[in-house]
């Protein structure tokens, strides 16, 4: 249902909305409708049971990993157990009980031979990053008219946020892809200053323009050679100059 209810909105969104006050009402109550049906379908009542024939603690947390926009362990087990299409003899082989209801499967803490997983271990580092992208990119979705709704605090950095999302038709209620593009953004290092090289870059300055043009925004001392580095340095999916490239939502 909540797949369905999404892209009925971005059709709505990329064929008729207009932005009038009716128009945002309806967004404004499709997306609280969104929310409510991703919330149902993590409630769990206390008497709940899987299916017929698995034997699956149901009260378990059913959401997303807390690193990233996938699903947790747990919660995307119970997925494919909801569609019956497991039995309780492959959930003893996949040792159900060590199912994480917190991380998925990329982002466990520790790998099947007992040893840290070095990607979590990175992600953790740069978990309050990761949530400050999350927010961001969240309220930009929310206004997708304002350029300065991402409340970043600097004017470039709110720019690019606007820039890179404007017209993709992404709405606060698709939480795995936001999750997921703030996830990209902070493993590929997408620095603020990097985000305003990227929008001076795009507005047609050249690298020695953007050198001296970031010594006014508290930066340090810059030259066109660390300009130069910094943007080779950055992923093509983030270029605000090939739209085709960016993140599919």
Known sequence: MVRVQRQLLRQFIKTEDTQTARDQRFVASFESLIDLVSDCGRKRPKTSTAVRGVSLNAERKHGFCDLCGNLSEFSAFMAIVSEE??????????KKLELSHQYCNRHRPKLPNG???????QAKRSLSQFEVEVARLSRQCARPSSPQAAASGDPLVDSYYYRYLLHKGVQPADKAALRNLARLMVDNKL??????????????????????????????????????????SISEIFDLRKPNRHFVF
């Open 191 to 232: 620095s603020d200053t990097k985000k305003k090289m990227l929008v001076l870059l795009h507005c047609g300055f050249n690298q020695s323009v953007i050198a001296s043009k970031l010594q006014g925004h508290g930066q340090k001392s810059l030259t066109r050679q660390a300009v130069s580095k910094a943007l080779t």
């Open 85 to 94: 299409k497991i039995n309780d003899v492959e959930l003893e082989n996949r």
């Open 115 to 121: 040893e840290w997983n070095p990607v979590y271990r």
